[in-house]
């Protein structure tokens, strides 16, 4: 496991929970949108063990809901499976993905309280906006695993603003009748892993609502966030 980060407390990583939220270091995607692209390009000098994370989060756990797991990538992690094991003994355990590992992504699933599964584009422009080439059967695989077995879960799409009303609707049609679909506003906020997208101007939100009211019909639950 390669360990970047460890915040203690964070309100907006697990919507209405307070959690702590560790971040792995590492990504196999580029997506040139990225905010957290630090995590993804330069590998800080200190690096923390998962031993280290597991004491910091005992000693919280009377005051935390949980732990979020976010990066980079968390399943480009061999051990990341055994890792959620333990953190799933102290306390409950949301994971977000990208969804290109669909094996480690089942075996971490009985462990798994809340999955986050990012939805990048729609199919013919994955790569586009994942900025790597991308086995899209492997994205699938997820998205089933997901609906099949995640206790429960949200997939969600960044509103960059180079996606239409057009590719959210092919989105939607492909998630068909997913529990919860959430389109993120989008943040420059940070800046971004290629520079021209920093200067994107966001979706207004009156636009993100008009495209989650019509393809409401296809998820039990269909919200925009990060308002
Ligand atoms: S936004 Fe893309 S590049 Fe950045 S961590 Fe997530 S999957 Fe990786």
């Known amino acids: 496991m390669l360990i970047a980060g460890f915040m203690p407390e964070s309100f907006v990583d697990w919507r209405g929970k307070i959690v702590a939220t560790i971040f792995t270091y590492g990504c196999n995607f580029r997506c040139p949108f990225c905010h957290n692209y630090t995590l993804v390009t330069e590998k800080p000098e200190r690096l923390m063990s998962p031993e280290e994370i597991i004491e910091k989060v005992e000693n919280l756990k009377e005051w935390i ?15 990341i499976v055994e890792f959620i094991k333990e953190l799933s003994r102290i306390t409950q355990v949301k994971l977000d993905t990208n969804g290109s590992f669909p094996d480690r992504l089942r075996e971490a699933l009985p462990y ?74 989008y943040s420059t906020q940070g800046g971004t892993l290629r520079r021209e997208y920093a200067k994107l101007r966001p979706y207004n939100i009156e636009f993100l609502q008009e495209i989650c009211r019509e393809i409401k019909p296809s998820f039990r639950e269909c919200l925009v966030a990060n308002l």
């Not at 809901?65 to 051990?79: A, F, K, R, S």
Request: charged share 35%; with cysteine.
């Open 65 to 79: 809901d949980g732990v979020c797991i976010t990066g980079g990538e968390p399943m480009l992690h061999e051990d």
């Open 112 to 185: 798994v309280s809340y999955v986050a599964m990012d939805i990048k584009a729609p199919k013919e422009r994955y790569e586009e906006l994942a900025g790597a080439k991308v086995d899209i059967s492997k994205i699938d695989e997820s998205i089933q695993i997901i609906k099949n077995k995640a206790r429960d879960y949200e997939f969600r799409t960044t509103a960059v603003p180079v996606l239409s009303k057009e590719d959210f609707r092919k989105i939607a049609e492909w998630l068909s009748e997913a529990k919860r679909y959430v389109i993120q506003q």
